[in-house]
């Protein structure tokens, strides 16, 4: 082999590298963000953070996690829908970085899973909403804490 041809394993290495390069700053980003929005509110979820309410992929971090450690159980109460996003998941890395090409199914993959994920939630808040984790309500939302204080500058005009 030439110097000049590449070995499949280090071209799969540079693509990855060029992506994680491009997804740099919006990845510092997220990664700050977070970390605030979980030491202020205790909260990962902006949808929680802001409004209270549990959004469709609520429950999703803990179902990865538990899927992670063998507990599938456990992973498909916190979010059924969390094996077949894995499947997604890998099904895109594996054609992206694996075969090094566009996934022939991706947008109506990600469109059926998506609105197969909003009926879900729409099943979970009618059925859970909002004593059953993770479909509680979160008293420490911004939406109150503003509301709270627009009650209290009333009581003194």
């Known amino acids: ?29 997220i990664v700050l963000y977070e970390s605030f ?23 999703m971090t803990r179902a990865s996690f538990f899927l992670l450690t063998g507990n599938i159980g456990e992973a498909l109460r916190y979010h059924a829908l969390v094996i077949p996003w894995v499947l997604c998941v890998l ?26 994920t909003l009926g879900y939630y729409i099943y979970r808040m009618i059925r859970y909403y909002p004593s059953a ?13 503003a509301h709270t204080g627009i009650m209290y500058l009333e009581s003194y005009i």
């Not at 041809?5 to 980003?29: A, F, H, Q, T, Y």
């Not at 509110?41 to 309410?53: D, I, M, N, Q, R």
């Open 37 to 59: 929005q979980l030491l202020v509110f205790h909260a990962l979820c902006p949808v929680k953070v802001f409004f209270g309410l549990p959004c469709p992929g609520c429950g």
């Open 1 to 29: 082999m030439s110097r000049e041809e590449k070995s499949p394993i280090k071209e799969r290495l540079r693509l990855l590298g060029n992506d994680l390069r491009n997804l740099r700053v919006p990845i510092l980003v």
């Open 91 to 116: 099904y895109l890395l594996v054609y992206h970085y694996v075969l090094m090409k566009k996934a022939p199914l991706k947008n109506p993959l990600l469109i059926i899973l998506g609105f197969t």
């Open 133 to 145: 984790e993770p479909m509680a309500y979160h008293e420490e939302n911004l939406l109150r804490m």
